[in-house]
């Protein structure tokens, strides 16, 4: 009896999703046990992620339901125990000070050189493609790669940083397409080794090192996918370091994933999952936390391009799963992958995430600033 009205209760929520139990669309999920029920109204998005890795449930077109589900912001009705812990912590806690800082870098970065290498394509960026005139992922990432050297106005002898430099992609492209030396910092140890050896004869270093150390100068500053990293508590550190590293007229472009209503802490399942200690940014904690800092040169959303990134990733992945250590990514972790990408692509694609990119100068361009696209 019990089963019954939570099967009718999940029934009845998905149904205003335009989803089915057992239907032949897209959107449509099969149930493969029935505790799925209880599970999902009890944890929320977190009952539901990990019941999709455990294999209860399959969904016809991942990315399909999970839209579905989010554009019908059933994910802000079914809220589990686990949300109210994740919000207390967040709230009392600093959770991306000291080694909370490096959690992110320890069980997502480092998962392995070889996962990214077959998802990311021919360059190791692990960030949003510009695809405005771009046919495939590698002409959107370098694409994306010329649009931020450009919002800089790079040239030839200019001392530039990356604060959160990756792979070391970015700084390799604009050392060799625009002349300038440069200091990557991250706190990834794989990436770092990674970032070193692909800069290897360029004027580039490469520092294992928090953004918190830093204070010395540089022409311009870019930071590419690293902001949702921070944590609202550390905004305002994060604009006072990059203003410090600055001129009065430098440039300081920030590339980030960000969201429509100001929160304190991230979903449950990307927290224990995927990025843990992380958040997205919304437009008011952006500007907050940099007022007096910097001048707001330029605020360019193209979110939608993540969508195709991220399907691009999906099908890179998709089709070499096969050359991966199947002790180390394991059915379950191929699951838990799938789950993050196709939930990612639902949440740009409804347009509840965005991605920005903010030009800021300290003291205003003189004569002002025209922004490339």
């Given at each position: 009896m019990v089963e019954a009205r939570l099967f009718k209760r999940v029934e009845s929520l998905l149904q205003e999703a335009g989803v089915l139990i057992g239907g032949e669309r897209?959107?449509?999920?099969?149930?493969?046990?029935?505790?799925?029920?209880?599970?999902?109204?009890?944890?929320?998005?977190?009952?539901?992620?990990?019941?999709?890795?455990?294999?209860?449930?399959q969904a016809n077109h991942l990315d399909a339901f999970l839209f579905n589900l989010i554009n019908a912001r059933l994910d802000e009705r079914v809220h589990g125990t686990g949300e109210v812990w994740d919000a207390l912590k967040a709230k009392l806690f600093n959770l991306q000070s000291g080694q909370g800082s490096y959690e992110v870098g320890k069980r997502h970065y480092d998962l392995g050189n070889d996962l990214y290498r077959i998802m990311l394509g021919k360059r190791l960026v692990y960030s949003c493609g510009y695809w405005r005139d771009a046919k495939d992922l590698d002409a959107a990432q370098e694409a994306k790669l010329d649009l931020v050297c450009r919002k800089l106005q790079l040239r030839p002898g200019m001392r530039v940083l990356d604060i959160g430099c990756g792979w070391g992609e970015a700084l390799k492209f604009a050392a060799e397409r625009y002349g300038v030396e440069g200091v990557g910092i991250t706190i990834s140890k794989e990436q770092a080794a990674f970032a070193q050896d692909l800069c290897r004869g360029l004027p580039v270093e490469i520092r294992l090192q928090d953004y918190r150390d830093l204070n010395e100068q540089f022409d311009a500053i870019f930071s590419i996918g690293m902001f949702e990293h921070v944590g609202v508590k550390n905004y305002r550190t994060y604009f006072e370091v990059a203003q410090r590293c600055l001129p009065p007229h430098g440039l300081f472009l920030l590339h980030s994933i960000g969201t429509n209503i100001s929160d304190d802490h991230t979903d449950p399942w990307i927290a224990r999952y995927i990025f843990p200690n992380s958040m997205l940014?919304?437009?008011?904690?952006?500007?907050?936390?940099?007022?007096g800092l910097f001048v707001l040169e330029d605020w360019h959303n193209f979110g939608t391009d993540y969508d195709l990134t991220l399907q691009a990733w999906r099908n890179n992945i998709d089709a070499a799963w096969g050359q991966l250590d199947t002790e180390r990514y394991d059915e379950r972790f191929q699951r838990m992958w799938s789950f993050y990408l196709a939930g990612s692509m639902a949440a740009f694609r409804t347009r509840h995430a965005n991605l920005w990119q903010l030009v800021l100068s300290p003291s205003g361009v003189p004569g002002g600033y025209i922004a490339p696209r």
């Amino acid at each position: 009896m019990v089963e019954a009205r939570l099967f009718k209760r999940v029934e009845s929520l998905l149904q205003e999703a335009g989803v089915l139990i057992g239907g032949e669309r897209a959107q449509d999920i099969q149930v493969h046990d029935p505790r799925l029920y209880a599970r999902v109204l009890a944890q929320g998005s977190l009952g539901l992620g990990e019941s999709y890795m455990d294999g209860w449930w399959q969904a016809n077109h991942l990315d399909a339901f999970l839209f579905n589900l989010i554009n019908a912001r059933l994910d802000e009705r079914v809220h589990g125990t686990g949300e109210v812990w994740d919000a207390l912590k967040a709230k009392l806690f600093n959770l991306q000070s000291g080694q909370g800082s490096y959690e992110v870098g320890k069980r997502h970065y480092d998962l392995g050189n070889d996962l990214y290498r077959i998802m990311l394509g021919k360059r190791l960026v692990y960030s949003c493609g510009y695809w405005r005139d771009a046919k495939d992922l590698d002409a959107a990432q370098e694409a994306k790669l010329d649009l931020v050297c450009r919002k800089l106005q790079l040239r030839p002898g200019m001392r530039v940083l990356d604060i959160g430099c990756g792979w070391g992609e970015a700084l390799k492209f604009a050392a060799e397409r625009y002349g300038v030396e440069g200091v990557g910092i991250t706190i990834s140890k794989e990436q770092a080794a990674f970032a070193q050896d692909l800069c290897r004869g360029l004027p580039v270093e490469i520092r294992l090192q928090d953004y918190r150390d830093l204070n010395e100068q540089f022409d311009a500053i870019f930071s590419i996918g690293m902001f949702e990293h921070v944590g609202v508590k550390n905004y305002r550190t994060y604009f006072e370091v990059a203003q410090r590293c600055l001129p009065p007229h430098g440039l300081f472009l920030l590339h980030s994933i960000g969201t429509n209503i100001s929160d304190d802490h991230t979903d449950p399942w990307i927290a224990r999952y995927i990025f843990p200690n992380s958040m997205l940014p919304s437009a008011a904690q952006i500007t907050d936390a940099m007022e007096g800092l910097f001048v707001l040169e330029d605020w360019h959303n193209f979110g939608t391009d993540y969508d195709l990134t991220l399907q691009a990733w999906r099908n890179n992945i998709d089709a070499a799963w096969g050359q991966l250590d199947t002790e180390r990514y394991d059915e379950r972790f191929q699951r838990m992958w799938s789950f993050y990408l196709a939930g990612s692509m639902a949440a740009f694609r409804t347009r509840h995430a965005n991605l920005w990119q903010l030009v800021l100068s300290p003291s205003g361009v003189p004569g002002g600033y025209i922004a490339p696209r």
